[in-house]
């Protein structure tokens, strides 16, 4: 069976950071594309940063460039996300996600996950002002 489970959000101050870890199981984390995504409330799903594990690409939204890292720990079948000087706007909730059929990176936080096949449930991140 496939999970993914997320952890590492919270309650933070602006200009603060956070890790999160999306920990897998299941499937071979070594050739996939991995994101994370996030929805705010009232807000469609936004891709936020996308890696394919097999070559190690990377993909992020304009919003976050500079600020968050995704990062891949094979070992540990588990995926980071690096959050830096968070702000408010960044506050969702957020899904970590991955697909087996080798697509890539920027094709998924393209589509913003639409279609990928297997997502965690989730985990909130609030930043205050």
């Known amino acids: 069976e496939v999970q993914l489970v997320e952890s590492g959000g919270g309650l933070v101050q602006a200009g603060g950071s956070l890790r999160l870890s999306c920990t897998t199981s299941?499937?071979?984390?070594?050739?996939?594309?991995i994101g994370w995504f996030r929805q705010a409330p009232g807000k469609e799903r936004e891709g936020v940063s996308c890696?394919?594990?097999?070559?190690?690409?990377?993909s992020y939204v304009d919003s976050v460039k500079g600020r968050f890292t995704i990062s891949i720990d094979n070992a540990k079948n588990t995926v980071y996300l690096q959050m830096n000087s968070l702000s408010p706007e960044d506050t969702a909730v957020y899904y970590c996600?991955?697909?087996?059929?080798?697509?890539?990176?920027?094709?998924?936080?393209?589509?913003?996950?639409?279609?990928?096949?297997?997502w965690g449930e989730g985990t909130l991140v609030t930043v205050s002002s």
């Open positions: 890696i394919s594990s097999n070559d190690g690409r990377t």
């Open positions: 299941g499937f071979n984390l070594d050739d996939n594309a």
């Open positions: 996600a991955a697909d087996t059929r080798g697509y890539t990176a920027n094709y998924w936080l393209y589509r913003k996950g639409r279609g990928m096949e297997y």
